[in-house]
């Protein structure tokens, strides 16, 4: 039986991992985005905890499909340092509608290399992800994933724009800095996001 399931983001970069993961554990399911579907993308102040801003971000469209919905929410860990909400902004000094995606990349890159110098040049990090599946009448089922990395002040190479920090971190699960990656590698690396995910689909399954 085909799932159809609605991602709650425009973000391309999250949705082709999504994707890809998605046709690793069955290739019957298929996620679309707001855009996809010609929805218009909605917005949620995000300022709750990790798994309260997923479950609204994927509540916000309940209620305009008939699909379930699945949110993310992630944040990067760095010990000493504490969860940061959203490593991107915080290392912005202006809103970031009025820089390219480019410039963004570079501060990006920028802040956090210099978050490692301030440690001796590396720094136990992980990024901490919340997934939540909001269900067409309203149910909702959260599970969460943790991938732990070394953050350094290394640039290892270039990485997809919209996921600048990965040219500084070396995985701790394939002990690879995560830009030199072969397929195999990092899946190794995302495996647990890759079991949320599992447990998010069984969910839908169950539920049909």
């Avoid at 855009?35 to 798994?51: A, C």
């Avoid at 000094?93 to 963004?104: A, F, G, H, Q, V």
């Avoid at 901490?128 to 994933?145: C, E, H, M, R």
Wanted: proline fraction near 4%; charged fraction near 30%; charge should be neutral.
């Amino acid at each position: 039986m085909k799932l159809e399931i609605l991602l709650a983001t425009n973000n391309q970069g999250k949705a082709a991992r999504y994707r890809k993961l998605a046709k690793e554990i069955d290739e019957r399911i298929s996620l679309y985005m707001p855009n996809d579907l010609n929805m218009v993308p909605e917005e949620v102040k995000e300022d709750g905890t990790l798994e309260e801003n997923a479950k609204k971000k994927a509540e916000a469209y309940l209620g305009k499909t008939k699909m379930p919905i699945l949110a993310n929410d992630a944040g990067f860990e760095v010990e000493g340092m504490g969860l940061v909400k959203n490593p991107k902004r915080i290392a912005l000094d202006r809103d970031e509608n009025s820089l390219t995606k480019e410039k963004i990349y570079d501060k990006v890159l920028h802040y956090w290399k210099n978050v490692a110098k301030s440690y001796g040049g590396e720094v136990d990090a992980a990024w901490v992800d919340a997934f939540s599946l909001v269900l067409p009448d309203g149910s909702s089922y959260t599970v969460g994933a943790r991938r732990e990395i070394i953050l350094t002040d290394k640039n290892f190479g270039k990485s997809h724009i919209q996921f600048p920090i990965r040219a500084l971190y070396i995985s701790k699960a394939t002990d690879k800095p995560a830009v030199d990656h072969t397929n195999k590698e990092e899946l190794i690396e995302i495996l647990p996001i890759k079991e949320a995910l599992e447990n998010i689909f069984k969910k839908v399954k169950n539920s049909i």
